[in-house]
């Protein structure tokens, strides 16, 4: 897909022109896309959950929608996550069931336990914030084993380039991954754009590639016009599941991961 115009060119247009025909090719790359912070408009996931594709919804315990969108997401094919809420270096307010550095090994044990019976069908976590909490080796040891112990995997949302976490994952033997692209942290749809487009940069080098998106209304509209066309384009959405089981299939064929790591900037939204 062709990256848009400028913003100067009213980027809007793009929404309703029809989408051109290419010749239909086998996959050639994948992309996995999350959809964070789930929970707290039951309207807006639901626009999301219209989607005619298996996006991964990360969905925050103790928010009002949390079970119920749960239950709906998988009830319509998609895969759940844990958007588990942790300490972070801005001094953000958080929602009350969170990880926070003082927090001992068995208070995280339950905050997780807590988590996991809120959030029903999920399997993996990723981490909502956290840009403090990710940087402390210790406490991502604790979290890892945990989370293994519910056999969910983990993915590091690099909410700073300081992050652990990830490396972590891997030390404890967890089914572990980092995202690649932030897609939304500026809510126009000319950027929107060149974020998708930097996704599928990365996953025509590496053939594997993860973005994080929100429910804003300009995520929802993009996802729903670019997602059609990414299969005739020979790159393939799928669940965060099918991606990581797709790596472990076949690692010799991956790039080193150094080789991409400076592409893009690592730091995102907190």
């Known amino acids: ?120 069908y999920a399997t993996g976590v990723n981490n909502h914030m956290g840009s403090t ?9 604790w979290l890892m084993r945990s989370i293994r112990k519910h056999k969910m995997y983990f993915i590091d949302s690099r909410t700073t380039h300081k992050s652990v976490a990830h490396e972590i994952a891997r030390q404890e033997s967890l089914l572990s991954a980092s995202r690649d692209v932030f897609l939304d942290n500026d809510q126009s749809l000319y950027a929107v754009d060149q974020q998708f ?24 509209d993009y996802l729903a016009r670019a997602i059609p066309q990414m299969e005739e384009r020979g790159i393939k959405v799928v669940s965060v599941t099918d991606l990581l089981r797709i790596r472990s299939e076949s690692l010799t064929e991956h790039q080193p991961e150094h080789q991409v790591a400076g592409l893009f900037s690592a730091v995102g939204a907190d």
């Open 1 to 120: 897909m062709a990256p848009l115009p400028s913003p100067a060119t009213q980027p809007q247009a793009f929404l309703q022109k029809q989408p051109q025909a290419f010749p239909q090719k086998q996959p050639q790359a994948f992309i996995a896309i999350i959809i964070d912070d789930i929970g707290h408009s039951r309207a807006r996931a639901e626009r999301m959950f219209e989607i005619p594709a298996p996006l991964t919804f990360a969905i925050i315990p103790e928010t009002t929608f949390a079970e119920p969108l749960a239950r709906q997401a998988y009830l319509s094919g998609k895969e759940v996550m844990i958007h588990l809420p942790m300490e972070n270096s801005l001094n953000r307010p958080m929602e009350s069931l969170q990880l926070n550095a003082e927090h001992n090994q068995l208070e995280l044990e339950l905050i997780l336990d807590k988590a996991v019976a809120q959030v029903p």
């Open 197 to 220: 487009q930097k996704l599928l940069k990365v996953a025509r080098h590496r053939k594997t590639a993860i973005a994080i998106g929100h429910p804003y209304p300009v995520t929802t």
């Open 133 to 141: 909490l990710t940087q402390m080796p210790q406490a991502m040891s």
